[in-house]
């Protein structure tokens, strides 16, 4: 950045462009050859290219692609799709993996705002502040998190009574995408003012596509039930409530943080 | 694939680089660049027709830097050195605002060491791969508006880390 691209830049951002000028990078490897040698390594070892859990969905998503996917998608919120599959949950994890694998770093209700841009907050008096914070900058998301307590039981594989996920839904109509076991319910319910579904009766699995289109999933968040619905531009869910009335009780309580 | 070797000579700079200020380490960094063109390679098919490959391809990489530090769990400084010989962009100083202007542009880089990730890479994107609002949308793979905040939230604290480094001289 020259002397007179400085001009009218702050202070610290002057600082910055004269430092960019003056920093010495380390070489840049040489990555043509090594990519090419990994991409052939990994075409010759064939079902070796994805890990087998991530294998198994794609392998759902495939068979889907087969018979039509576009029939099989029956509702639509914000950055969700919600696809009924036969596809089965994926194996348990242990606690301490939901953190690191399932819903990002902790972090504070002030710091998940600010990552969001914005933030919806239950403020049920029977939940009380969330237990835990988490925001994983992979998905933009963040995940406000209760132990269980009475009449909200703890999921087995997680330990979690409830969770509230949220994301901005601006950011992809195909991002998220819910896949749902064989006699699993999906029904349309009012949150508020706005439109959400509730879903019941089975398992399912939750998982999204990361930034070059890969499906990666979170099983993690494994839960019974889900609501999902779509209000001031962010895509929420809850998982984990006892029933559909209790999960409208903490949705219609969230205010804006 | 001699094509995509060449795309991969092209871009691997700057996706280098990106991967650097995740990462931290030169080492990691060229890992995690290395897996994202692979990735990369992989989503190739999904790749929209007339886009601009740079950013693209720079998300695949910082997002593979991003596992890669998050799965290791180590956070490193950022393996920047300051060119000792290279002068302030104000005519001709005299000895001792040269001195002084190195001595500051070593602390700044510590400062930006000290980021968290989020911040370290919006400041890097900005400032050092010289990524315009738009091209670091695509990037970080958040709305321009997050651009805008999460900038501006750096800036502040880097402003901060330099306060508090006066503080404790």
Known sequence: MTEG??????????????????VEWPPTPALAESVSDAIRA???RGSGWRPARRGLVLGVLAALLIVGLAAAIGYAVGGLRIVHSGAPPGSPLAPELVAERG????????????????LL?????????????????????????????????????????????QFRADIGPETFEKLLNEGVVVEQVIVGDTTGYWIEGGQHFFYFRDAEGNVVDSTIRLVGTTLMWERDGFTARIEGAPNVEAAKKIAESMKPR | ???????????????????????????????????????????????????????????IV??????????????????????????????????????????????????????????RLAIGLRW??????????????????????????????????MAEGKTDD
């Not at chain 1, 998301?141 to 996920?165: E, M, N």
């Not at chain 2, 063109?37 to 391809?57: D, I, Y």
């Not at chain 2, 793979?141 to 651009?147: D, F, Y």
Request: aromatic share 6%; with cysteine; charged share 30%.
């Open chain 1, 5 to 22: 691209r400085l001009q009218g830049l702050d202070p610290m951002e002057a600082a910055l462009a004269d430092l960019a000028a003056a």
């Open chain 1, 42 to 44: 990994r075409l010759e």
């Open chain 1, 103 to 118: 819903l990002g770093e902790r972090v504070t209700l002030d710091r998940a705002a600010e990552e969001l841009g914005g």
């Open chain 1, 121 to 165: 907050v239950p403020a049920e008096p029977a939940l009380g502040p969330p237990d835990h914070v988490y925001y994983d900058a992979g998905t933009d998301a963040v995940a406000l998190a209760w132990t269980g307590r009475p009449g909200l039981p703890a999921d087995p594989k997680s330990g979690l009574g409830v969770v509230v996920t």
């Open chain 2, 1 to 59: 694939m001699a094509a995509y070797e060449e795309l991969v000579r092209r871009y691997e700079e700057p996706a280098f680089r990106a991967a650097l200020f995740v990462c931290g380490d030169a080492d990691e960094a060229r890992d995690a660049a290395q897996e994202g063109f692979v990735r990369a390679w992989q989503a190739l098919p999904r790749f929209r027709q007339g886009a601009e490959p740079r950013p693209w391809l720079m998300r």
């Open chain 2, 62 to 119: 910082v997002n593979a830097a991003r596992n890669r530090r998050r799965g290791s769990g180590r956070r490193s400084g950022l393996a920047l050195r300051v060119a000792q010989d290279r002068p302030s962009d104000a005519a001709a100083p005299s000895p001792e605002v040269a001195v002084l202007a190195g001595e500051r542009r070593v602390e700044l880089l510590a400062a930006i060491g000290r980021l968290r990730e989020d911040d």
């Open chain 2, 128 to 161: 050092f791969a010289e990524l315009g609002e738009v091209e670091m949308a695509e990037v970080l793979g958040v709305p321009r508006g997050t651009v805008k905040s999460r900038l501006s939230r750096a800036m502040g604290r880097l402003r901060e880390i």
